[in-house]
């Protein structure tokens, strides 16, 4: 399975942007599609995550309310808009799938990065 994650930029505090994960090969393989983000001297961190079966959601505190993953099965494409943008969301936001339910945190797939700047 290959992914490939784009959509970031350069935004100011307050602006949205939408990121956009393509999945190819065996995608059928795979159950749960992520979002992660990893800022500059932190440690990989989860954002949130949905299942291709029936769309279940979920999200880490820090982005609850603000960020909304969606996927368009038809399309093996996972989204992830983010409003309310804050310095904090600063990162390189990577996609990433499993093959097992989200509670088993299992990763098999990295994509590669895309990078998110938001300016105060």
């Known amino acids: 399975v290959q992914l490939q994650a784009c959509g970031g930029g350069l935004v100011q505090t307050g602006d949205s942007l939408r990121l956009s994960c393509a999945a190819s090969g065996r995608t059928r393989s795979t159950y749960t599609m992520y979002w992660f983000r990893q800022a500059p001297g932190k440690e990989r961190e989860f954002v949130a995550a949905?299942?291709?079966?029936?769309?279940?959601?979920y999200y880490a505190d820090s982005v609850k309310g603000r960020f909304t993953i969606s996927r368009d099965n038809a399309k093996d494409m996972v989204y992830l808009l983010m409003n309310s943008l804050k310095p904090d969301d600063s990162a390189v936001y990577y996609c990433a799938a499993g093959t097992r339910p989200y509670y088993s945190g299992n990763i098999d797939y990295w994509g590669k990065g895309t990078q998110v700047t938001v300016s105060s």
């Open positions: 949905i299942t291709w079966s029936s769309g279940t959601t």
